[in-house]
């Protein structure tokens, strides 16, 4: 593959990975680290505002999975939805990964205004897809979630974040074993890109 080929590949294969995950290979802080390093070079419209927390001790992590657990079913239980076994075999092991790694931001403003929420976490939240891209390069699996944003007043308890900061996301992160990561069914580019205004595709002829 040559350079752009193998960008294009991980970018479009940079999928979630909930099973196929080696929890005995132990992640070293450094890998982590240049992962972050390649991660805050993502755009920021702040005064990087973004920090990163990774939780390896065992008993933060049996409680972080044990809240995961909760919001789960929360959310679950409010919507009527069933959990999917994907979910449950993340949930099931959240606390046997080698690290939980939270993408923060710190001294959150009151964000009452659109435009401010905008500028606020599109000045974080790249880093996060950025951090996901660099793991998935290295064969790290992880998945994006948020889940844990309905109880940040706990998460945020638990790992001792200041006053205004709030864990945003958190990557699960281990080696994969045997995952096969593939495209996503996505809407082609055709169906969802407008030229000029909106509502004005243009057929694959043009
Ligand atoms: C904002 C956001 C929050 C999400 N939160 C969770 C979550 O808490 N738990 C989870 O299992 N998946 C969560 N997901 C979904 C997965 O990260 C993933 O996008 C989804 O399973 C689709 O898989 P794919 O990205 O491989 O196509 C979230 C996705 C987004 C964009």
Known sequence: MNPLESIDHILSTA??????????????????????DIATQAPSGLSE???????????????????YRTALEELVRARGLDVKPTQNALTDRLHEMPALV??????????TEIPQQVAFYGSVLPAAWSLMLALRAREIGTTWTSLLMARHAEVSRLLELPEG?????????AYTKGARLRRAERLPSREVTYFDRWGMTRSAEE
Do not use: Q, T
């Open 49 to 67: 505002s973004w920090r990163f927390v990774i939780v390896r001790d065992d008993d933060r992590k049996a409680d972080i999975a044990s809240l």
């Open 165 to 173: 900061a709030l864990p945003l996301v958190m990557l699960p992160v």
């Open 102 to 111: 939270f993408v923060c931001a710190e001294d959150v403003p009151d964000l």
């Open 15 to 36: 999928r979630s990975v909930r099973r196929k995950l080696d929890f005995e290979r132990p992640i070293p802080d450094p890998v982590l680290l240049d992962c972050i």
